[in-house]
Structures are given as structure tokens and as C-alpha cells.
């Protein structure tokens, strides 16, 4: 992956600003999106629906959430990101439905 290669120091995120740990942080969106893409496939393979795809997101997050160090933030997170969890589930069932039917 050529962003792999680009040895960078920090990122900038759109309203939050610079994180430094580039390579972690990229390291760890890596690890995340192959993790939702095996939820996906494996959700849509036994016929569930985005209700069951957002349920299986949620436990990986609550999983990061608590290898994480906002430990004490953990249930106010995990109702703020639960709009995130329905827009995630419905583009990850789209996609992987759109691609059974090519």
C-alpha cells in the first residue's frame, strides 16, 4: 500500500486537527476496515440484515473501546457513535449486496 511507504509523522483530521502517530493510526484503520469488511461478508453470507450488521460493528467497537484509554467515556461514546454505526451498517450491506448481484 503506497501510503504505507510515505513514512509520515502525523495526520490531519477535518475538525480535530494534527495526531501524531501516523503509522499507528494507520495501522490500526487498516486492522479496522479489513475487520468490517470480514463482519460484512460474513453478515450478508448468513442472510443478516443491517440491524444484525450494526449489532456486529458494535461489539468490535465496544472491543476498541475497552483496549482503549477512554475507558471512563465509554457508554457516552458508544451512544454518540450510534448514528455512525447505522450509516456504516447500511453502506457495508449496500455494498456487499450490490457486489452479490454483479
Not at 3 to 23: M, Q, R, T, V
Not at 35 to 64: M, N, P
Request: avoid cysteine.
Amino acid at each position: 500500500m503506497i501510503i504505507k511507504g510515505l513514512n509520515l509523522e502525523n495526520i490531519y483530521f477535518a475538525h480535530f486537527g494534527k495526531a501524531k502517530g501516523a503509522s499507528e493510526i494507520l495501522a490500526l484503520n487498516i486492522e479496522l476496515l479489513e475487520a468490517y469488511e470480514s463482519i460484512g461478508q460474513r453478515v450478508l453470507a448468513s442472510g443478516g440484515t443491517t440491524k444484525e450488521l450494526k449489532e456486529s460493528l458494535l461489539e468490535l467497537f465496544k472491543g476498541e473501546l475497552a483496549n482503549s484509554r477512554v475507558k471512563d467515556r465509554r457508554q457516552s461514546l458508544l451512544k454518540f457513535f450510534g448514528l455512525d454505526m447505522d450509516l456504516n451498517s447500511q453502506g457495508i450491506y449496500y455494498y456487499f449486496n450490490n457486489l452479490k448481484k454483479n
